[in-house]
């Protein structure tokens, strides 16, 4: 079993910035790629960005250039560091770990930009 534990949401306003983090606890030496996923009010579920452990990242085309992945292997954590954020950035931003025992997924943190 993987846990995953998200923080760093909140309300800011357009052109803010906000950084999200999600703690892994468990079997972590299973855990292959993190990423990032989001949800707003009436859409599916989105891939926001991923890395592997390697380092290697992966962005969705809306948030290329303003958005940015990160992850410290030692601490199991993941970091999602958002610049020059949109209204349309709003959702409940979920983490995700691909790994050895299957697809874990975090509670969620909600994330509102203001315009």
């Known amino acids: 079993q993987v846990q995953l534990v998200e923080s760093g949401g909140g309300l800011v306003q357009a052109g803010g910035s906000l950084r999200l983090s999600c703690a892994a606890s468990g079997r972590t030496f299973g855990i292959n790629a993190m990423g990032w996923y989001r949800q707003a009010p009436g859409k599916q579920r989105e891939l926001v960005a991923t890395i592997t452990r390697g380092g290697s990242t992966d962005y969705a085309d809306s948030v290329k250039g303003r958005l940015t992945i990160s992850r410290d292997n030692a601490k199991n954590t993941v970091y999602l560091q958002m610049n020059s954020l949109k209204p349309e950035d709003t959702a409940v931003y979920y983490c995700?770990?691909?790994?050895?025992?299957?697809?874990?997924w975090g509670q969620g943190t909600q994330v509102t930009i203001s315009s």
């Open positions: 995700n770990a691909d790994t050895l025992f299957g697809d874990y």
